[in-house]
């Protein structure tokens, strides 16, 4: 996994079931703070309602397939 968070200027590369995180170029995970948190959060409803877009623009009915 790869999140950039652009209010933080870090990528968060890896999340354990209990919520810490580990970002690019740390070698262990830990305990976000609440603005972490937030900015994480913040950051991957925004890159789900972008990567929906592109789903949406490439699977349009009518759209054929390598076209």
Do not use: F, K, N
């Not at 830990?30 to 623009?57: G, K, N, W």
């Amino acid at each position: 996994m790869r999140l950039y968070v652009e209010p933080m200027d870090s990528t968060v590369v890896e999340v354990s079931t209990d919520g810490r995180l580990r970002y690019e170029g740390q070698t262990e995970l830990s305990e976000p703070t609440l603005q972490e948190r937030r900015a994480v959060i913040y950051a991957a409803r925004h890159e789900i309602e972008s990567l929906t877009e592109l789903i949406d623009a490439l699977d349009r009915p009518g759209r054929a397939a390598g076209s």
